[in-house]
C-alpha cells in the first residue's frame, strides 16, 4: 500500500515524442527516384499542374533554339578572337542544328523504353550547362565546335520527350491547344535569344558571357524539373482497359446491353467520352501475359520515316522550319551591312519575329482543336486528317511566302528595315500553326509512340534547317537576298502541295502503314 503510494507519488516517465519527418524531406525524397510509378491517370491532372507541366516543357524545349542563336550577333568576334577561319564559326551554327536533329531520337528510344520522361529532361539539362560552361572558358574554335554538338545533344531532349509528355497528359481533341503553347516556347527560344546575345556581348565577358548564361540557365532548368515536374509516362493499355462504372445506373438494363455498352466506349476514338468526375469505381483489367521486352533500338525513331504519311508530315514541317532558321542566319550580317546596326540592335530586330510567334500560337491554339471537333461533326466520324484543319493552309500559302519575299526585297533595294521585320513576323506566325498542327497530327496518328515519332520528324526539320544554314549566306552573296527568299518562298509553296496530298491521301497511307 506504502509503495503504491510512493508510485503515485512519482511522475509519470515522460517518452520523447516520435520523430516527424518534415514536409521538406519528404518533398526531398518523393523527387529523388529516376522512375516513380505513375498511379493515377495524367489525363487526370488538374489544369494547374498541366499549366506547370507545360510551362516547363516549354523552358526545356526553348534551350535548343536559344543557345542556338544567342550568340549570333557575336559570330564576329568570335572569328576575330579565336582567329578562326569563317568555314569554322559556320560549323558552330550548321553542327549544332545537325545534333538537334539526330540526338532526340536517343532520347526518344530511352524514353519510350524504360517508360521515364522526367529524369531525361533533368540530366539533358545538366548535360546542356556543362557543356555551355566548357564554350565559355574555350579558347580554341575547334574545341568549341566539338562542345557546341555537346550542348545541342543536352538541350535536344525537350523537342521530343516533350511531346510524349503532351500525349500522355492531354486527349486527342485537346492536344492542339497544349502544342500551341508548347510550340510557343520551342520558337521563341531561337528569337528571343539574339536580343539577350546583343546586350549580353557588350558586357566585358563579350561573346562568353551568352555562354555564362546558358549555363545559368540549364541549371535553372534542371532545378525547376526535379521540383516540379511528374513523372506522366500514361501506360495506354493499362489506363484505356480500365472500365468506369458511373453513379446512376439503370436497375433495367440488361447485362448483355452493359456489356455492348462497355465495348461501345471501348471503340470510340474520342478519350474524352467518359466524364471523369462521375466515375465510382473501376472494374480492373485482367492480366496480361507477360512477354519479353525487346531490346532497345536507338535508331527505331528514325526508321518511322520509312512511313510516307509520316515523312510528308515532317517534310511540311520541315520547310517552315527551315525558312525561318535561315532568315535568322543571315540578319546579322545582312542587318549590319544594310542599316548599319551594331550587335544590341541586331539583337532587337528579332523582336518582330517573336510578336508573329506570338500571336501565330494564340491563333492557332484556339483554332485547331475547334476547327478538329467542326470537322468531325460534319463527318460523323473521327478522322485524323482532321487535325491539318483551315487555319494552316492561309499561313502555308500566304503569310509564309508573303513574308520571305517581303523580308528579301526590303533588304534587296535597302527599303525600310521596319518592314523586313514585319515581313519577318509574317514568316514566324504561319511557321508556328503548320508546325503546330503537323506535330499534333503525327502524335495523334501513332499511339503510344508520341516521343518516337516526334523525334523522327525533328530529325527531318533539323536537317532541311541545316542545309539551309549552310546554303543561306553563299546564296545572299551570290544572288542576293531578294532571289534568296524567292526560293524559300518555292519550298513553302512546294510544301503546301505536300500538304494537300497528306490531306486528301493520308487516310490510305496510314492504314497502308498498319496506323
Given at each position: ?117 522526367r529524369c531525361l529532361l533533368m540530366f539533358s539539362m545538366l ?292 518592314a523586313a521585320i514585319i515581313g519577318f513576323g509574317c514568316v ?88
Amino acid at each position: 500500500m506504502e509503495s503504491q503510494e510512493k508510485g503515485a507519488d512519482q511522475p509519470h516517465q515522460q517518452y520523447p515524442p516520435p520523430r516527424q519527418t518534415s514536409a521538406w524531406r519528404r518533398f526531398v525524397r518523393s523527387r529523388l527516384p529516376l522512375k516513380p510509378a505513375v498511379d493515377e491517370d495524367p489525363r487526370l491532372l488538374s489544369n494547374r499542374t498541366k499549366g506547370v507541366i507545360l510551362g516547363l516543357l516549354g523552358l526545356c524545349a526553348c534551350t535548343p533554339g536559344f543557345s542556338s542563336t544567342i550568340y549570333f550577333p557575336g559570330l564576329p568576334m568570335i572569328t576575330e578572337g579565336l582567329n578562326a577561319p569563317p568555314i569554322a564559326t559556320t560549323l558552330t551554327a550548321a553542327l549544332f542544328v545537325l545534333f538537334m536533329g539526330i540526338a532526340p531520337g536517343f532520347w526518344a528510344s530511352i524514353s519510350d523504353h524504360y517508360h521515364v520522361r522526367r529524369c531525361l529532361l533533368m540530366f539533358s539539362m545538366l548535360i546542356f550547362a556543362v557543356a555551355s560552361l566548357g564554350s565559355a572558358v574555350m579558347t580554341n574554335i575547334w574545341g568549341l565546335v566539338v562542345l557546341r554538338c555537346v550542348q545541342s545533344i543536352g538541350s535536344s531532349c525537350g523537342q521530343s520527350v516533350g511531346a510524349g509528355v503532351i500525349a500522355d497528359c492531354y486527349p486527342l481533341e485537346k492536344r492542339g491547344a497544349a502544342f500551341g503553347k508548347y510550340f510557343f516556347g520551342v520558337f521563341f527560344g531561337p528569337l528571343l535569344g539574339p536580343i539577350i546575345g546583343g546586350f549580353l556581348i557588350m558586357s566585358n565577358d563579350g561573346w562568353r558571357a551568352t555562354f555564362w548564361f546558358c549555363v545559368a540557365l540549364g541549371l535553372f532548368a534542371a532545378l525547376m524539373v526535379w521540383m516540379f515536374l511528374p513523372e506522366t509516362y500514361r501506360d495506354n493499355a493499362r489506363f484505356d482497359l480500365e472500365l468506369p462504372q458511373t453513379q446512376k445506373s439503370d436497375p433495367t438494363t440488361k447485362p448483355e446491353k452493359a456489356v455492348q455498352d462497355q465495348d461501345q466506349d471501348l471503340n470510340d476514338n474520342d478519350d474524352t467520352s467518359v466524364d471523369r468526375a462521375t466515375v465510382v469505381s473501376t472494374t480492373p483489367p485482367p492480366p496480361s501475359p507477360v512477354t519479353k521486352k525487346r531490346r532497345m533500338n536507338p535508331f527505331t525513331p528514325f526508321l518511322l520515316l520509312r512511313h510516307p504519311f509520316i515523312l510528308l508530315a515532317s517534310l511540311v514541317g520541315g520547310v517552315a522550319f527551315g525558312s525561318m532558321f535561315a532568315v535568322e542566319t543571315i540578319i546579322p550580317s545582312l542587318f549590319e551591312q544594310k542599316y548599319n546596326f551594331n550587335s544590341w540592335q541586331t539583337g532587337l530586330s528579332y523582336l518582330g519575329a517573336g510578336v508573329g510567334n506570338l500571336i501565330g500560337s494564340l491563333v492557332g491554339g484556339k483554332l485547331s482543336d475547334r476547327l478538329l471537333l467542326r470537322a468531325r461533326k460534319q463527318r460523323g466520324r473521327a478522322m485524323v486528317e482532321d487535325r491539318l484543319t483551315m487555319n494552316i493552309w492561309p499561313c502555308i500559302v500566304l503569310f509564309m511566302p508573303f513574308g520571305l519575299l517581303l523580308f528579301g526585297w526590303m533588304l534587296e533595294f535597302n527599303k525600310s528595315v521596319w518592314a523586313a521585320i514585319i515581313g519577318f513576323g509574317c514568316v514566324t506566325f504561319g511557321m508556328n500553326q503548320i508546325m503546330s498542327s503537323t506535330s499534333a497530327y503525327l502524335v495523334d496518328a501513332t499511339p503510344g509512340i508520341g516521343a518516337s515519332v516526334t523525334a523522327a520528324a525533328n530529325f527531318v526539320r533539323m536537317l532541311i534547317a541545316c542545309a539551309l544554314t549552310l546554303a543561306a549566306n553563299p546564296m545572299v552573296a551570290s544572288i542576293g537576298p531578294g532571289y534568296t527568299t524567292v526560293l524559300l518562298a518555292a519550298l513553302a509553296w512546294a510544301a503546301a502541295i505536300l500538304l494537300l496530298i497528306l490531306k486528301i491521301y493520308g487516310e490510305r497511307l496510314r492504314h497502308w502503314s498498319g496506323y
